[in-house]
């Protein structure tokens, strides 16, 4: 393997702000203040790491080296793609039109969040329809949270009655994974969330206030929280023979190795592989990635595998959250996290919801600077999970 | 599993009718599959779409959303949800005899 300092890293990014983006959800509700989301990226990084603020233009695979938008490049051994998905609200006919920040928002951007606030105070009576506009999308459970967090807002303010509170989904029920589907649309139905579901939005009309369908049926809305359709990003889509037909990079599900070149490996939502776009994935493949390029760059074969282990925290208003951890083979179900000693799973506790909160430190101080969280590794722990006899 | 009788080839399916074993379909299958799902004619357009289903499935393991198909398969999206009213993904994917496209989670 390699040596001390026998690799240099240079980090390429075209903005030196850092966003928690699980803190979002929380802003429409007055639950987090904006400027305690972000912070200084370049802080985050561990010395001897280099930091090059600059956009990338694109991938040149066969030169090895990254064209950077001020006409400058930066050639790598190894290029680790970690730049995420982005929103892409103009794909959707209507959605950027008339209405867009006065009745029609989402809450995935910090702006976006802020100006949803704003709207939730005024708000004070009609439906509220949230609305995904195709998968994939960044945190699939976020928008059902939104659904739970805006019924105990508008109880809270004494008006939940007034308030038609609907989700609207192209999947055919809350969630796709089974168990964990039975789980969450009970709790819609116990909040009064109405839920329509295969519903593929064609059009949002914010001057007719309904969203279209593209079989032709219509939702109507007072008020719409959008989540809008995600891709990769624009350089991916620049470089030939590096994303698919999303911007999404295409790899080995196991080694995170990209199926562009040997040398490009993909960490986090840029990849495409069927996971959760979530923040616990991308932490669960740092390992993987990070020994997968030692082991590279060493000439040894790769011998890193990655699970598809993902752990959720899921918000379910008035001081509960419910936890959901699993992997490319085993849905989310009831148990215990890490192990029989641990968190309820699937199931909504006060415990899971103060675990929730004390992720946000957890993040910026043990995962960020690349620590392990004690009892909780790469690997989806088995134990302390009520596993079917016909599951592996 | 569940089987069914098309032309005579008993195939085997899922609980929701769609193919386990794609090597089992044959062109003269799918629109006797197409008539279950209400679909009594197949034009060349509903076959430019399932001969793009097979061929996504073929090289890369799974069947493309509806999305992926609008940007991909030469069909937009308005007019794929005329071929196949029920859902183009899930409706082309049944008449083309692949497993249903994986939702991503």
């Known amino acids: 393997m390699l040596g001390d300092g026998a690799a240099?890293?240079?980090?390429?990014?075209?903005?030196?702000?850092?966003?928690?983006?699980?803190?979002?959800?929380?802003?429409p509700f007055g639950k987090a203040e904006p400027?305690?989301?972000?912070?200084?990226?370049?802080?985050?990084?561990?010395?001897?790491?280099?930091?090059?603020?600059?956009?990338?233009?694109?991938?040149?695979l066969d030169g090895n080296k990254v064209l950077l938008a001020d006409g400058t490049s930066a050639g790598y051994d190894v290029l680790v793609i970690a730049t995420g998905a982005r929103l892409l609200p103009e794909e959707t006919d209507g959605l950027t039109g008339p209405g867009w920040l006065e009745r029609v928002f989402t809450f995935y951007t910090l702006d976006g969040a802020v100006a949803l606030r704003r709207a939730l105070a005024?708000?004070?009576g009609g439906r509220l329809a949230v609305a995904v506009m195709d998968m994939p999308v960044k945190c699939p459970v976020a928008p059902l949270e939104f659904c739970f967090l805006a019924d105990a807002y508008f109880r809270e303010r004494g008006i939940r009655d007034k308030v038609d509170l609907t989700y609207v989904t192209p999947l055919?029920?809350?969630?796709?994974?089974?168990?964990?589907?039975?789980?969450?649309?009970?709790l819609?139905?116990?909040?009064?969330?109405?839920?329509?579901?295969?519903?593929?939005?064609?059009?949002?009309?914010?001057?007719?206030?309904?969203?279209?369908?593209?079989?032709?049926?219509?939702?109507?809305?007072?008020?719409a929280v959008v989540i809008p359709l995600h891709g990769g990003q624009s350089y991916v889509e620049r470089s030939p023979g590096l994303g698919d037909e999303l911007g999404f990079v295409p790899v080995d599900q196991q080694t995170l190795q990209s199926k562009a070149r040997p040398n490009v490996f993909v960490i986090g939502d840029a990849a495409d592989i069927p996971t959760s776009k979530a923040g616990s994935v991308a932490h669960f493949e740092g390992e993987v990635v990070a020994r997968n390029v030692t082991r590279y760059l060493a000439g040894e074969p790769?011998?890193?595998?990655?699970?598809?282990?993902?752990?959720?925290?899921?918000?379910?208003?008035?001081?509960?959250?419910?936890?959901?951890?699993?992997?490319?083979?085993?849905?989310?179900?009831?148990?215990?996290?890490?192990?029989?000693?641990?968190?309820?799973?699937?199931?909504?506790?006060?415990?899971?919801?103060?675990?929730?909160?004390?992720?946000?430190?957890?993040?910026?101080?043990?995962?960020?600077?690349?620590?392990?969280?004690?009892?909780?590794?790469?690997?989806?722990?088995?134990?302390?999970?009520?596993?079917?006899?016909?599951?592996? | 599993?569940?089987?069914?009788?098309?032309?005579?080839?008993?195939?085997?399916?899922?609980?929701?009718?769609?193919?386990?074993?794609?090597?089992?379909?044959?062109?003269?299958?799918?629109?006797?599959?197409?008539?279950?799902?209400?679909?009594?004619?197949?034009?060349?357009?509903?076959?430019?779409?399932?001969?793009?289903?097979?061929?996504?499935?073929?090289?890369?393991?799974?069947?493309?959303?509806?999305?992926?198909?609008?940007?991909?398969?030469?069909?937009?999206?308005?007019?794929?949800?005329?071929?196949?009213?029920?859902?183009?993904a899930k409706e082309a994917a049944k008449i083309a005899g692949i497993p249903k496209?994986?939702?991503c989670v």
């Open chain 1, 302 to 392: 790769l011998d890193a595998v990655f699970d598809g282990h993902t752990n959720c925290f899921i918000e379910s208003g008035s001081g509960k959250a419910l936890l959901i951890d699993f992997n490319y083979d085993t849905e989310p179900l009831t148990g215990r996290f890490p192990g029989r000693i641990g968190l309820p799973l699937l199931r909504q506790s006060r415990l899971n919801h103060l675990g929730k909160l004390a992720f946000g430190w957890l993040y910026w101080h043990v995962l960020l600077p690349g620590r392990e969280i004690p009892a909780v590794g790469s690997r989806m722990p088995a134990a302390g999970k009520h596993l079917p006899s016909a599951s592996r």
């Open chain 1, 188 to 223: 819609l139905k116990d909040k009064g969330v109405g839920v329509i579901t295969e519903f593929n939005t064609g059009e949002v009309d914010g001057a007719g206030r309904r969203l279209v369908s593209y079989d032709g049926r219509e939702v109507g809305f007072d008020l």
């Open chain 2, 101 to 103: 496209p994986r939702g």
């Open chain 1, 122 to 124: 005024e708000f004070d």
């Open chain 1, 35 to 60: 400027d305690s989301l972000t912070r200084p990226r370049h802080r985050q990084f561990r010395r001897g790491i280099a930091f090059r603020q600059a956009a990338v233009d694109r991938v040149d």
């Open chain 2, 1 to 88: 599993m569940p089987t069914v009788t098309y032309a005579g080839t008993q195939v085997t399916v899922n609980d929701e009718g769609f193919f386990t074993d794609p090597a089992q379909w044959r062109e003269d299958i799918a629109p006797l599959i197409a008539r279950q799902e209400g679909i009594t004619e197949l034009t060349e357009r509903h076959w430019q779409v399932i001969k793009f289903m097979r061929h996504e499935y073929d090289t890369k393991g799974s069947g493309p959303t509806v999305r992926v198909l609008g940007k991909t398969s030469g069909v937009s999206v308005k007019e794929l949800y005329q071929l196949f009213p029920h859902g183009p």
């Open chain 1, 172 to 186: 055919d029920g809350a969630f796709t994974k089974p168990v964990c589907n039975r789980q969450l649309s009970g």
């Open chain 1, 8 to 27: 240099e890293i240079v980090v390429i990014d075209p903005d030196d702000e850092h966003v928690y983006q699980p803190g979002l959800l929380f802003v």
